[in-house]
Nanobody, 124 residues
Framework: QVQLVESGGGLVQAGGSLRLSCAASTRTSGITAMGWFRQAPGKEREFVAGINRSGSVLDYSDSVKGRFTLSRDNAESTLYLQMNSLKPEDTAVYYC?????????????????WGQGTQVTVSS
């Protein structure tokens, strides 16, 4: 069982920045990829960014490309999401997730483990 704990959400004005963290509290040897997803009220959960285990594949949704940066600290089993130039449409609950399925990044249904989520609110 992999436990994921997110932190770093909050309220920020448009154009501001936030950094989300996701700490894996147990062994992660079976994980093939990790990612960030978000879900706004009344909308489906959507992919934001993901990275495979080796780090050779790093993917972003078109809506955040160039503004968000995903990074990883393998020694601390921690995933980060640096979010710059935030927009009101970025407002959502952000989730960290991990999958044990090879070859997937974007599809939330492939992810086995999820954090509790952290709220990000961007005011205009």
């Amino acid at each position: 069982q992999v436990q994921l704990v997110e932190s770093g959400g909050g309220l920020v004005q448009a154009g501001g920045s936030l950094r989300l963290s996701c700490a894996a509290s147990t062994r992660t040897s079976g994980i093939t990829a990790m990612g960030w997803f978000r879900q706004a009220p009344g909308k489906e959960r959507e992919f934001v960014a993901g990275i495979n285990r080796s780090g050779s594949v790093l993917d972003y949704s078109d809506s955040v490309k160039g503004r968000f940066t995903l990074s990883r600290d393998n020694a601390e089993s921690t995933l980060y999401l640096q979010m710059n130039s935030l927009k009101p449409e970025d407002t959502a609950v952000y989730y960290c997730a991990a999958t044990m399925t090879w070859g997937v990044l974007r599809g939330p249904r492939w992810y086995n483990y999820w954090g509790q989520g952290t709220q990000v609110t961007v005011s205009s």
